[in-house]
């Protein structure tokens, strides 16, 4: 193996602490069950005098059967009071642990939720938000006989708190590692702290700013996001706006036409130098196309692996992603993580399957198809290739927590499970009871897509019940040109796409139980106008997901308005 240089010293750095997580979960993988149990007991000794312990019988608790039947399970509701209680300063509400900050869900849907956070649930997250991916790269290279490159990143993240009345400060789960790092974010990534670090929503053209200094910097050697969808779609802007990036480029400038406080532009222009030579470089590789090969090799040589969150729905768009990519950069795809916890990480390169940290939470396990009243499963109790719901009891409050996320178990990993993500209960679309989950929706049009060859730069689904019988409607934003006479034949692709992916509809259809599909094309744009508007009422960019289904009135107004109608 080759030798170091001075300027990897930060980077091994970083990957020994991630070797050293790596380690700690193995350690805690093969006592699975006793950690499980130690933690739980600790949290019942820690908080049973809290309100919610006194009112639920901590006190009692002397055993993992004792917790299941005395402690009963819980959802959100149980905990928004004492929560907002706590915001304002309150403490022994419904833990005795420190709670250094607070987290909320990303307002995407409904009302955003906010959530306290341990210090202990903290410093998980910094280390397998951070060190453990760096650790799992070190290894990956490893096998291949060398050390990890030198980190220089794009980071597509925006990170951004608030204060509390309490005095405390609320962030997304996501932000944390982040948070904590910022006089380090200019040792391993491109983008300004002008860029990344927000208190107040802004109004930027984010991938533009993130593009214009990440591009010019050739010694890029890995890319990072929160959620592969906003890296997905990063590169879709590159493609449609090189010409006016690379002209900045060679200028030193930033284009009038970019949104951009005054301020902010100022102090990015501050930064900035004219840089022809590497402009040209890039107008070289951007004319001969994107789809003549992947274009990431081609403007970053050194640039070999990318980290983000990539489960469930999202893994759709790894495989967008490698049109951009190509196959050789390894994909870390960070973690499986609820604003209520991090639950689990995958330990290698390329993978969906997240080991279950048995060290940062206490789980239980609902079968799918368990009667009422059925008692949960234990760690290591689980079948696999079984679905099961998720029940969390975390570190900072919350116990026996429904999150309503579906898992499948696929191994396991010495005595912790293995898991994917599924779906979450919630996210059903249903007509006429032939209940598809969002798994199995991503798969059909997925296939749809192929069928059509096309890349898709969104979809939603929308189960339309007003007429008779219901049918489902596909929203669909394209890369390619289409016109409006072919919705009638993408209709027939996705219907037999539909009819394929579950064998409840093809019946239906044919009974009159449930309308043909339809499909609708969306002008250019659109999901990226929804997000933006979710930014603008104050939504976490970090944390907007796709529209999978429109199954809200906002939603539907939204999109049904944005539908080509020539």
Known sequence: MAKFTVKQIPTLFSASLGLAELAKLKYYCKRADKTQEKLLLSLMKDNKSCVYGKANNFGKVKSVDDYQSIVPLSTYADYEEYVWRM??????????????????????????????????????????????????????????????PPQRGMNTAEIGSRKLPGGKRVSCISSIPLLNLRPFIPIFNTTPAEVMYHNEPVDMD??????????????????????????????????NNWEMLCDDIEKGTIDSSVKMPDETRKKLLKKLKPDPKRAEELRVEFRKGFDVSPIVPRIWPNCEWMFGIGTGSLSLYAKKLRRYLGDEIAMHYLGYAATESLMAVPIEFNSFEYVILPQNAFFEFLPLDAPEGTKPLKIGELEVGKEYELILTNTSGFYRYRIEDVVKVTGYYYGSPKITFCYRLNQIANISGEKINQMALDEIVD????????????????ADRSTSPGHYVLLIETSGEHSKDEEKHLA?????????????????????????????????GSYDEYRQMLADGGANLNQIKPVKSIDTEKKKEFFFSRIIEE
Not at 116 to 127: H, K, M, T
Not at 139 to 147: A, S
Not at 226 to 232: A, Q, S, Y
Not at 447 to 462: H, M, P, R, T, V
């Open 87 to 148: 915001a304002n300063g309150e403490k022994g509400l419904i833990t005795n642990r420190l709670i250094r900050r607070f987290t909320e869900s990303s307002g995407s849907t409904g009302r955003s939720k906010l959530v306290p956070l341990s210090g202990r649930a903290e410093w998980v997250c910094q280390c397998f938000g951070f060190s453990a991916p760096v650790g799992c790269a070190f290894k990956y290279f490893k096998g291949q006989g060398r050390l990890i």
């Open 206 to 239: 984010m991938h533009y700013a993130k593009l214009r200094f990440a591009l010019p910097d050739k010694s890029v050697s890995y890319l990072t996001t929160i959620f592969i969808t906003t890296l997905e779609s990063m590169f879709f802007y590159l493609e």
């Open 447 to 462: 296939n749809f897509a192929n069928e059509i060859d096309e890349l898709l730069i969104g979809y939603s689904i929308y």
């Open 492 to 524: 027939q692709v996705f219907e037999k796409a539909l009819c394929n992916g579950n064998v409840s509809v093809a019946p239906m259809i044919a009974s009159g139980a449930l309308g043909h599909c339809e499909v609708k094309l969306l002008k250019k």
